[in-house]
């Protein structure tokens, strides 16, 4: 069999010169397009499902959402087995389902329980998320903010409006989870003495306030030949206008939201920190999608943020763009596979050369290690196998093995031929 293999090489050897171009035309395509990953995707197929029930304690998050949450998942086909974690106010659901089973036709059917389970929930629990389909390496890539002109407040309030909406766009970010900063929200601070004297209840505010910020359909008023839709105007945008809503009205005196209590902007109770070197800021990570290309997708983080550089500049902002970054292991790798031919390569040639005193046979042989590599990398990328560090890391040893083929084989075709030669 290998002598007819070998026969055939030397009588086609323009075929064999065009497969090998071929593969390494074909290689490089698949390589160019291939995701590039720290890791391989090692995670179990998992759907997790976060609910927040603010002011709850542990045990009736357990008993009044993780519990109908649950109830609401059985039967679902292919699952291994559920679990919950209870804490004040959050519930946390996650199902892990069979190593064969599709992960987006799992997420839909978890999907389509949740709707009717919804409407189980207390009121002003909710609604239950499922958290976006992550890649196992988790972060992409760790940013920072920290400045001395600028307050937490309008740091927070930036992020949140200007430079999270457009980390989201970037194609292969699935999320991003922001810590520290102070959230800036509109608070109503109530006087228990006024609230004692004209004899409200807290609740009677949160019903005051909730009836005035909603917005409602007002319908439409028509005619023979036109309708026209209305809209109300006059909603509380800002603290002042918040002040003025009415809560009760006796003959001509009238009770203000503003006389029973302090009405302002201020930071929303913070639940966690951040810090840079020391220096209070915010930290931004941005979670990579499942089987998101990690080098591709930093290169685009990095584009986005270069976008907001110069406004950082003018706005005394400091930006941390390298706390973490993974995609630093993987140039590393592919910078040490490019050393690694180049010194292989060059080894190859130079010892063949030198034994041999023959450069086409030297030329020939050094051909064997990409052609190698490559044919390792297709079968690689064929059977769905990403390409992470541990792959890189394989490829590398194993570059010394080829190597020492090469020269041992050559040499010996060389011998052999000299011998028939002879």
């Known amino acids: 069999m290998l002598s007819h293999l070998v026969a055939f090489s030397v009588r086609a050897r323009g075929v064999v010169l065009a497969l090998a171009l071929l593969m390494l035309g074909y ?10 990953d720290v890791f391989p995707e090692f995670a179990p197929k998992q759907v997790i499902i976060q609910t927040e029930a603010s002011g709850f304690t542990a045990e ?21 087995f559920v679990r919950s974690a ?21 997420r839909q059917l978890v999907s389509e329980r949740l709707m009717p389970a919804q409407g189980q929930l207390p009121q002003g629990v909710g609604p239950a998320l499922m958290v976006p389909l992550e890649s196992s390496s988790g972060t992409i890539m760790t940013i920072g903010l920290t400045s001395d002109q600028q307050s937490l407040m309008r740091l927070r309030e930036m992020v949140d409006w200007t430079l999270t909406p457009r980390l989201l766009a970037v194609d292969g970010v699935a999320d991003i989870n922001v810590f520290g900063g102070a959230e800036k929200q509109m608070q109503i601070q109530l006087d228990p003495q006024k609230l004692a004297l004209y004899q409200l209840s807290p609740m009677d505010i949160v019903t005051a306030a909730r009836e005035a910020t909603v917005l409602q359909g007002s319908g439409f008023i028509e005619n023979s030949n036109q309708r026209m839709m209305l809209q109300v105007v006059g909603f509380p945008v800002s603290a002042d206008t918040l002040a003025k809503v009415v809560i009760r009205q006796q003959g001509q005196s009238v009770l203000h939201l503003g006389d029973v209590a302090t009405i302002e902007y201020g930071p929303a109770p913070a639940i966690g920190g951040a810090a840079i070197s020391g220096e209070p800021g915010i ?8 089987k998101a290309n990690t080098l591709a997708v930093t290169q685009g983080i990095e584009t986005a943020l270069n976008e907001f550089r110069d406004g950082f500049e003018v706005d005394g902002i400091e930006l941390h ?72 890391g394989g490829l590398a040893i194993a570059l010394g093995e080829v190597v020492d083929d090469a020269i041992i084989d050559t040499e010996n075709i060389f011998r052999r031929l000299r011998e028939n030669a002879a």
């Open 86 to 106: 209870s804490t004040p106010g959050l519930s946390v659901v996650i199902i892990t389902f069979e190593e064969r089973s599709d992960i987006y036709l799992n």
């Open 27 to 36: 290689g490089s395509y698949q390589l160019y397009k291939a995701s590039l």
């Open 321 to 392: 763009a390298d706390l973490f970054r993974p995609a630093n292991y993987i140039q590393t790798s592919l910078a040490n596979i490019q050393h690694h031919l180049l010194v292989g390569g060059g080894l190859v040639l130079l010892v063949l050369f030198l034994f041999l005193f023959n450069l086409r046979t030297a030329i020939i042989s050094m051909t064997a290690i990409p052609l190698s590599l490559f044919a390792a990398l297709i079968v690689l990328l064929e059977f769905g196998v990403n390409i992470n560090i541990m792959v890189l």
């Open 283 to 290: 930290v931004l990570m941005v979670i990579g999608q499942y």
């Open 60 to 80: 009736q998050v357990e008993t009044l959402v993780t519990q109908p949450i649950e109830n609401a998942l059985g039967g679902l086909p292919d699952v291994m």
